[in-house]
C-alpha cells in the first residue's frame, strides 16, 4: 500500500529533477508548457523506479499529470506494486 | 449559414436575447433546439447523422459502464460505429478511387461510383468528439452516459462545423446553463466575433483570391521560384487567418452564452520548433491526437525510441487524412511526422555530451527558421491538386531556381503585409490588453471602455468586415 | 434589468457609431487628407462622374454582364442590317484622369469609345458601336466574352476591336460577375472544351467553372456549401432587405476608397508607383497569350474580324524594364496577327505625355485626359475607315 506523502514527496522530486526547478502543488505543467507529453512518459518510468509500482499508462491521459497533486492522485489510484 | 453571413449575425442577437431571457432549466433545450435549426440551414437531411452517432455512441457509453466486464466489447462496438459512419460519408470516394486505379493497373474494369451524397458538414469533428466521449467513458471519466447531456456537446452549434474540439470534461459541466449574465462576458465575445469577422474578410480573403489563382495547374508549372515561395506562404497566412478566424468566432459566440471554449491557436508562426508549431497551431485537435491516439499508443512501447519515431510518422499521417480524403492531405501529415522526428532525435542528442550545441542560441535560431521554412513547404501538398503539381512546386522553391515576378506587385505586397502582422501580432496583443487595463484603471475609464471605446471599435470592424464582404468565399476548415 | 440596459447600450452604440461611419466615409476623408498634406492635383481630376449609355457601353464592368446584354440586345435589334463594331479593353476606356491644366468637368466626361460613338451616330452611318470594358480586365475574360458572344446571334459583333497593353497580361482570372455566362449551356461546352484541352490559359476556367459549379450546388458529393440550401435563401432574403437600407449600398464606394487609402500610402510613404517598368515572365504571361491567340482562333472561326490594336502608353512612364522587354512583347503581337492574318493599330506612342493624367502626383500609366481621349477617338476612327470598317 501507498503512502500518499510518500507519492507526494516522489512527485515533487521527479517534477523538479525535470524542469530543474521546484514548482508548487497545484502548478500546470503541461498546458504552461514546462513539461511536453513525451516527457510525461519518461516522468512515469522515473516515479515508477523510485516508488518500485507500475503505472500503466494505457488507460490515462496527460492531463492526469498536470501537476504534482494532479500526478499524486493518479498515482495512488492506479499504481500497482511490482 | 456561415458565421460571417448576414443573416446569421443578424440573428445572433434575438438569440442571444432570448437565451438570457428563459428560466435556466429551458436554456440548454433552447440552445439544442438552435443547434438544430442552424445544421438544417445547411441541410435538413443530414441532421439524422449526428443523431444517429450520438445514439449509438450513447447505447455504447451506457452498456460499457453498466457492463464493465464487456467494456472492451461495447467500447470498440462504439468506435466502429463511429468510424464507419465518418468512413462511409468521408473516405468512400476515395478508397473507391484508389481500388480503381489497382484495378486498371491490373487490367481489370473499374467499379461504379455510386451514391453520390455530399459529405454532412462538421463531421469530421464530432466524430472525434464522439469517439473521445466513448474513450473517457472507458477509463472512467464518465460516470453516466446522459443522451441530452452527449447530444447538446455534439451539437452545441458555435463548435459543430469547425471545432474547437471540445472534450466532454471541459463543456459537459457547463451544459446547464446557470452561469448568471455578466457585461463583461458579451464584451469579451463580442471582442473575439468582431475580430474573427475581420481576419477573414480583411486578411484571410485577399489572400485566397492570389492563392486559387496562383495554384492551378498550369500557373504552378510556370510560376517563377519568387512566385512559389510567395504563394506557399501566402497560402500559409490564409488558412491561419481563416481558421483562426472561424476559431475566434466559435469562442466568441459561446462566450455570448456564458460558455467557455478552448483556445485553438497561440502564434503558430512563432513557433520555435516542429514541437512547439503543435502546440499552437490547432492545439484542440493536437490536444486530441496526444491525448486519445499518440499518449496511450507510446505509453504502451515506452523506451523503444524506434516505435515513437514510427507512431509519431504514422498518426502525422493519420492527422493529414483526418483533414480530406487525398494524398496530398497525407503527404503534408508525413511530412509533419518526419519534421517532429528530426527534433525529437536533435533532443535526445541533448542528453548526450552534444547538449552545450543542441541547447546553443544558434541551435535555437536554426530551429526557429527551420520550422517556418519546413511549415511553409508543408503546405505546398496539402494546397496543390496533384501530386505532380505539388512536386513542381516544391521542386522550383527548393532547386530548379527561375527567376521573375509572375503577378502584380500588389500580391507580393499584401504576403509581405500579412507576413509583418503575423510577426508583429503576438506584440499587438499585449499592447492592446495593456492598453485597456490602463484605460478601465482610470476614473470613470471603464465605463467610457465599455460604452464608447469598444462599440466605436466593434464598428470600426464591422465596417471592414462589411466592406470586404465576398459571399462566395467559404470557410477552409468547413471542408475537412 | 441593469443587466439586460448595458447590453443593450453596448449593441445601440455599436450600431450608432457603425452608421456614423458610413455616413463620414472616413476613408474617402483619410484619402483627401493625405492628397492634401502631399500636394497632389485636387481629387475632380479622377473623373467620378463618366458619362453612361447602356446601349452603348456594357455599364457594370464586368460585375452584371448577362443584364448588359439584354440591353444591348434590345438596342441591337432595333437596327438590324447595321455593321456592328465592339470593342474590349481595361479601364483606359473608361475612366478619365484630367491632365494638367484641363479644367474641371461640368458634366458627365466621356472616353474615346463614347467619342467614336457619337461620330458613328452623328454621320447617320450604318454602325454601331459597344464598349464592352472592365478595369483590369484580363485577356482571360476577353476570351471568356468573345466565346460566349461568338454564340449569340443577337449580340455578336461583326468587328472586334481587342486592346492590346503591356501591363494587362500580367492580369489573370474571370471575376465572379462573369461566371453568370455559364449558365448558357452552349457555352458551358466551350469552356469545357477549352479545360478540356488544358492549355497555358485553361486554369481560370477550370476555376470559373468550379466556383460556378460550387455556388449552384452542381460539383456532386465534394461539397455542401451554398447553393440552394435554407441558408443560402434565407442570407439571399436578408441582402436584399439589408440593401434596402438607405446608405448600406455604398460599401463598394467605401471598399473603393479604402483600397485607394492603401495606394497612396504606398505610393506616398514607401515611393511604390501602380506601374514600374519590369519584365513579364512565368505563369501569368503565358496564360494571356494563350488566351489571345484562342480568342483569335475562336472569333476566326465564327466569322467576328478581329482588329488589335495597340493601346497608348503615356511617353513619361516608362513600362519595359529592358530593350528586350519590348522586343519580345511586340514579337509576341505581332506573330499572333500574321499566325491569325489579324491586322493591329499601332497607338502605342500617339498621345503625346501633356495629354494625360496624374495620379498621386505621378504621371499616371494608364488613364488619358480629356484631350487624349479626343484624340485617340479621332486616330482609331480614321485607322477604322482605313482598314474598311
Not at chain 2, 484495378?103 to 472525434?128: C, E, K
Request: a positive charge.
Amino acid at each position: 500500500m501507498l503512502n500518499p506523502n510518500q507519492v507526494r514527496k516522489a512527485a515533487q522530486e521527479v517534477v523538479a529533477e525535470m524542469i530543474g526547478k521546484k514548482v508548487g502543488d497545484a502548478d500546470y505543467l503541461i498546458s504552461s508548457g514546462l513539461i511536453d507529453s513525451l516527457s510525461i512518459l519518461k516522468l512515469i518510468g522515473n516515479l515508477e523506479n523510485r516508488l518500485s509500482v507500475t503505472i500503466p499508462a494505457g488507460d490515462l491521459q496527460p492531463d492526469d499529470f498536470e501537476s504534482v497533486d494532479f500526478i499524486t492522485d493518479t498515482v495512488l489510484r492506479v499504481a500497482r506494486s511490482r | 449559414m456561415q458565421f460571417n453571413s448576414y443573416s446569421y449575425l443578424l440573428l445572433l442577437i434575438p438569440a442571444t436575447a432570448l437565451f438570457w431571457a428563459l428560466p435556466v432549466p429551458w436554456r440548454r433545450w433552447y440552445v439544442l433546439a438552435m443547434s438544430i435549426l442552424y445544421y438544417a440551414t445547411w441541410n435538413a437531411a443530414f441532421v439524422a447523422v449526428p443523431l444517429a452517432l450520438a445514439l449509438g455512441v450513447h447505447l455504447a457509453a451506457r452498456l460499457l459502464i453498466a457492463q464493465p466486464e464487456r467494456g472492451r466489447r461495447w467500447f470498440w462496438s462504439g468506435v466502429a460505429l463511429v468510424l464507419a459512419i465518418f468512413g462511409f460519408f468521408r473516405y468512400r470516394l476515395f478508397l473507391l478511387a484508389n481500388i480503381n486505379h489497382l484495378l486498371a493497373a491490373f487490367g481489370a474494369r473499374p467499379m461504379s461510383v455510386a451514391w453520390q451524397i455530399a459529405v454532412p458538414l462538421g463531421i469530421s469533428f464530432y466524430s472525434f468528439e464522439a469517439i473521445s466521449y466513448l474513450i473517457d467513458a472507458k477509463q472512467g471519466r464518465i460516470k453516466k452516459s446522459r443522451f441530452s447531456d452527449l447530444y447538446l456537446f455534439i451539437m452545441f452549434w458555435p463548435h459543430l462545423m469547425a471545432g474547437p474540439i471540445v472534450r466532454f470534461r471541459e463543456l459537459g459541466p457547463q451544459l446547464d446553463f446557470a452561469r448568471p449574465f455578466e457585461l463583461r462576458m458579451l464584451l469579451r465575445g463580442l471582442d473575439r466575433l468582431v475580430w474573427g469577422l475581420v481576419q477573414k474578410n480583411l486578411f484571410a480573403n485577399p489572400l485566397g483570391s492570389w492563392v486559387d489563382q496562383g495554384f492551378l495547374h498550369n500557373a504552378v508549372r510556370n510560376n517563377s521560384t519568387v512566385d512559389s515561395w510567395a504563394l506557399a506562404v501566402a497560402f500559409g497566412l490564409q488558412i491561419y487567418f481563416d481558421f483562426a478566424a472561424y476559431s475566434n468566432m466559435a469562442i466568441g459566440v459561446a462566450q455570448l452564452i456564458g460558455i467557455v471554449l478552448p483556445e485553438n491557436f497561440r502564434f503558430p508562426y512563432h513557433a520555435q520548433s516542429p514541437a512547439d508549431f503543435w502546440n499552437r497551431w490547432h492545439m484542440t485537435l493536437s490536444r486530441w491526437i496526444r491525448d486519445y491516439l499518440f499518449f496511450p499508443v507510446t505509453a504502451r512501447f515506452r523506451g523503444s525510441p524506434g516505435a515513437l519515431y514510427a507512431s509519431l510518422l504514422v498518426v502525422m499521417a493519420l492527422v493529414g487524412l483526418w483533414h480530406g480524403a487525398g494524398w496530398g492531405f497525407v503527404a503534408w501529415g508525413v511530412l509533419h511526422g518526419a519534421y517532429l522526428v528530426l527534433y525529437r532525435v536533435w533532443e535526445s542528442l541533448g542528453e548526450t555530451r552534444l547538449a552545450a550545441v543542441t541547447k546553443s542560441r544558434l541551435a535555437a535560431w536554426g530551429w526557429r527558421i527551420f520550422t517556418l521554412t519546413a511549415v511553409t513547404a508543408a503546405w505546398v501538398p496539402f494546397r496543390t491538386a496533384t501530386g505532380a503539381d505539388a512536386a513542381h512546386m516544391l521542386a522550383g522553391m527548393f532547386g530548379r531556381f527561375r527567376f521573375g515576378f509572375s503577378y502584380p506587385m500588389d500580391f507580393y505586397l499584401l504576403v509581405l503585409l500579412m507576413a509583418l502582422f503575423c510577426v508583429v501580432e503576438p506584440f499587438l496583443a499585449e499592447s492592446w490588453t495593456r492598453a485597456e487595463n490602463t484605460i478601465a484603471a482610470l476614473r470613470g475609464g471603464l465605463l467610457a471602455h465599455s460604452y464608447l471605446l469598444r462599440p466605436a471599435i466593434y464598428a470600426c470592424g464591422l465596417l471592414l468586415f462589411l466592406i470586404f464582404d465576398d459571399r462566395s468565399t467559404q470557410f477552409i476548415y468547413f471542408q475537412f | 434589468m441593469k443587466r439586460a440596459v448595458s447590453s443593450i447600450v453596448v449593441v445601440a452604440a455599436t450600431l450608432v457609431c457603425l452608421s456614423g461611419l458610413f455616413a463620414l466615409q472616413p476613408f474617402a476623408r483619410m484619402s483627401d487628407g493625405l492628397d492634401r498634406v502631399f500636394s497632389a492635383l485636387p481629387a475632380w481630376t479622377q473623373v467620378a462622374n463618366m458619362f453612361r449609355d447602356p446601349t452603348t457601353q456594357e455599364v457594370s464592368r464586368g460585375d452584371s454582364p448577362i443584364d448588359s446584354f439584354r440591353t444591348l440586345s434590345a438596342s441591337w435589334a432595333a437596327h438590324s442590317g447595321a455593321v456592328r463594331v465592339m470593342l474590349m479593353g481595361n479601364s483606359q476606356s473608361l475612366m478619365t484622369s484630367l491632365a494638367p491644366g484641363e479644367s474641371p468637368p461640368s458634366g458627365p466626361e466621356k472616353t474615346y469609345p463614347d467619342h467614336i460613338a457619337d461620330r458613328y451616330r452623328q454621320a447617320g452611318s450604318q454602325k454601331l458601336f459597344y464598349r464592352l470594358s472592365a478595369g483590369g480586365m484580363s485577356y482571360q475574360e476577353m476570351l471568356w466574352y468573345a466565346m460566349y458572344l461568338s454564340g449569340r446571334q443577337d449580340i455578336k459583333p461583326d468587328v472586334l476591336l481587342v486592346q492590346l497593353n503591356y501591363q494587362n497580361f500580367v492580369n489573370g482570372g474571370i471575376r465572379g460577375g462573369m461566371l453568370a455566362l455559364l449558365s448558357d449551356s452552349d457555352f458551358r461546352h466551350k469552356v469545357e472544351a477549352i479545360v478540356q484541352r488544358n492549355g497555358a490559359d485553361a486554369d481560370a476556367f477550370a476555376e470559373a467553372l468550379h466556383t460556378f459549379d460550387r455556388f449552384q450546388n452542381r460539383s456532386g458529393p465534394a461539397t455542401t456549401s451554398a447553393g440552394q440550401t435554407l441558408g443560402y435563401r434565407m442570407e439571399t432574403g436578408f441582402r436584399r432587405q439589408l440593401d434596402r437600407i438607405p446608405g448600406f449600398n455604398s460599401r463598394g464606394a467605401i471598399k473603393a476608397s479604402f483600397v485607394l487609402l492603401m495606394t497612396q500610402c504606398r505610393v506616398y510613404f514607401l515611393h511604390l508607383k501602380s506601374a514600374r517598368a519590369r519584365t513579364l515572365t512565368g505563369s501569368r504571361i503565358a496564360a494571356s497569350r494563350a488566351a489571345l491567340a484562342d480568342l483569335a482562333e475562336v472569333c476566326g472561326q465564327s466569322g467576328i474580324r478581329v482588329i488589335l490594336f495597340e493601346a497608348p502608353t503615356n511617353p513619361a512612364v516608362p513600362l519595359y524594364l529592358t530593350p528586350d522587354d519590348d522586343r519580345q512583347y511586340h514579337e509576341f503581337t505581332r506573330s499572333v496577327a500574321s499566325r491569325f492574318g489579324l491586322k493591329i493599330l499601332d497607338f502605342e506612342h500617339s498621345i503625346p505625355a501633356g495629354e494625360w493624367g496624374m495620379s498621386l502626383n505621378v504621371p499616371d500609366p494608364l488613364h488619358l485626359g480629356r484631350e487624349g481621349h479626343r484624340r485617340l477617338a479621332g486616330l482609331m476612327c480614321a485607322a477604322l475607315d482605313q482598314n474598311g470598317v
